[in-house]
T-cell receptor, first 114, second 118 residues
Framework: KNQVEQSPQSLIILEGKNCTLQ??????????LRWYKQDTGRGPVSLTI?????NTKSNGRYTATLDADTKQSSLHITASQLSDSASYIC?????????????FGRGTSLIVHP | DAGVIQSPRHEVTEMGQEVTLRCKPI?????LFWYRQTMMRGLELLIY????????DSGMPEDRFSAKMPNASFSTLKIQPSEPRDSAVYFC????????????????FGPGTRLLVL
């Protein structure tokens, strides 16, 4: 069964600090992995998309890594800001039988305190 | 571009009533997705379309749910009859086609419709 596990479930950090969110998956056949940021009351916003051959991808202060061998991904946030407070969702997609099949993590809730 | 537009933003209805959610994707996007999000289950993909054709509706919970995309700029998700357990936030998202099978471009989500079924 395809699964995506995210950790920690929630995280509180001080403004300016760095943090790393984890995503472990058992999805096959692997197509791509995405990280989304979802602010409270809004739809998710894509941060990064990585395919099998990509190890790292950055989007400003966000850097995602992918280890396809161990089936792990991380999202590193540098110099956190209050606006980084949100839920971060890892989505791993398979492509099978002509269909795109996403498996969603439950998300990590990040709170950045001043 | 205004982004993905969803209506209504909020819907409160009574059990047994029909509910219709509407979505206008970003112009030029080939894919349209309907998602449901709850605290208990997180985000779930219900159905998605490519060039107005439903590709996979295996996520649709039951026959009470139906979705249509009559043209490239409009889609509906209908629940009939609605039940309290359908209460959730329903998101519509759209994306371009990458041209590579199985890899879709960045999905742009709408603001969601918050549905409460009493």
């Amino acid at each position: 069964k395809n699964q995506v596990e995210q950790s920690p479930q929630s995280l509180i950090i001080l403004e300016g600090k760095n943090c790393t969110l984890q995503c472990n998956y058992t999805v096959s056949p692997f197509s791509n992995l995405r990280w989304y940021k979802q602010d409270t009351g809004r739809g998710p916003v894509s941060l990064t998309i990585m395919t099998f051959s990509e190890n790292t991808k950055s989007n400003g202060r966000y850097t995602a890594t992918l280890d396809a061998d161990t089936k792990q991904s991380s999202l590193h946030i540098t110099a956190s800001q209050l606006s980084d407070s949100a839920s971060y969702i890892c989505v791993v997609s398979a492509f099978e039988g002509g269909s795109y099949i996403p498996t969603f993590g439950r998300g990590t809730s990040l709170i950045v305190h001043p | 571009d205004a982004g993905v537009i969803q209506s209504p933003r909020h819907e409160v209805t009574e059990m047994g009533q029909e509910v219709t959610l509407r979505c206008k994707p970003i112009s030029g996007h080939d894919y349209l997705f309907w998602y449901r999000q709850t605290m208990m289950r997180g985000l779930e993909l219900l159905i998605y379309f490519n060039n107005n054709v439903p590709i996979d509706d295996s996520g649709m919970p039951e026959d009470r749910f139906s979705a249509k995309m009559p043209n490239a700029s409009f889609s509906t998700l209908k629940i009939q009859p609605s039940e309290p357990r359908d209460s959730a936030v329903y998101f519509c998202a759209s994306s371009k086609d990458t041209g590579t099978s199985g890899v879709v471009e960045t999905q742009y989500f709408g603001p969601g419709t918050r549905l409460l079924v009493l």
